[in-house]
Each structure stands twice: as C-alpha cells, then as structure tokens.
C-alpha cells in the first residue's frame, strides 16, 4: 500500500478584539509607597504628591479616579476627582497624580485617617457625577489602593495607626 501525505491547514483563528478589564493599579511603584505610615506636620506646607500608575483594557470608556479620606467609613469625604483617557492594556503611561496639602480642620482632623484611591470605568459609576460606584458592577470594575495617614501625630507614637476610622458594619456583625 502506498500512504500519502497530506498537510492539514486549519483556518486562522478568529480575531475578537479584547474586552474591557478592570484597571490594574502599580501599588508596588505608588508614590508615596502604600506600606508604611504617610507622617505629615501640617503645619509645614509640602503637599503629598500621590502618583499611581493605571493600566486597562477600556474600549473606549474613560477612567475615573477619586480620592478620598476614609472611605466606608461614617465620616467618607471625597477630596479629588481626575478623568482618564480611555488607552488600551499596552499603555504603562497613565497614572492617577495628584497633590494633597491637608488642611486642618478643613479637610481633615489631627490623627489617623486611611487615603483611598477608586478607579473605574466611567460606566461603574452611579451617574457622571456621582461618586459612588454602581454595587453590581464595582465588584468586576473597581480597584482600590489605600495609604495610612498620620496628621500631626504624637511625638512618643508617629508611627501608630490608633484611632483610626472604622469601616461601616451593617448590623450583626462581619
């Protein structure tokens, strides 16, 4: 018997453009780093300089970034909101920046306070100028990162976290 050989080609893969992803923040590059105390004397006016780089997949929707000052918390403040250009996964130039000069008592009281950053699609948001995340979609959309503050902290215990906010608890517990 004579065997042929033959070469099988398959048909290309389809080309399906990617989906939207949620956005990836650089917590190991952040500035100032989220791992250790932020200490500030307000009294001396050098503002935080906080820098986070972003990447995601947005078809074409843009970014929201918002700070605030603790968040979940009863006392939640928004301090900052910034527009990101929709780009794509391959783009590692966009960042969330933003100066901070906290004002007591305007902005913030003496003592511990948690910093967080939210970023998500425009669309996981509540409305356009809402600062509140849809509930059925920040769980696939949002990401947080959040810094420790410390305001004018006591001298014999700057590195002390006490007194910090605590999240809101619905009733019966964790």
């Known amino acids: 018997m004579l065997a042929a050989q033959s070469c099988i080609v398959a048909d290309p893969p389809e080309y399906r453009a990617p989906g939207q992803t949620r956005p990836l923040l650089d917590t190991y590059g952040a500035q100032p780093p989220a791992s250790r105390v932020i200490l500030v004397d307000s009294s001396i006016r050098n503002p935080i300089q906080f820098n986070v780089r972003i990447q995601s997949e947005d078809k074409g929707e843009d970014l929201r970034a918002i700070y605030f000052i603790d968040y979940g918390s009863l006392h939640q403040k928004k301090l900052n909101g910034q527009t990101i250009s929709a780009s794509t996964y391959e783009n590692t130039n966009r960042a969330a920046m933003w100066p901070w000069q906290p004002i007591v008592p305007n902005d913030v009281s003496v003592g511990c306070h948690f910093v967080t950053l939210v970023v998500a699609h425009s669309g996981s948001f509540l409305s356009s100028n809402d600062e509140r995340l849809d509930p059925t979609k920040a769980e696939y959309d949002a990401s947080l990162l959040t810094w420790a503050v410390n305001i004018d ?14 999240p809101v608890v619905a009733s019966g517990g964790l």
């Open 153 to 166: 902290p006591a001298p014999d215990a700057p590195n002390t976290l006490a007194n910090c906010p605590s």
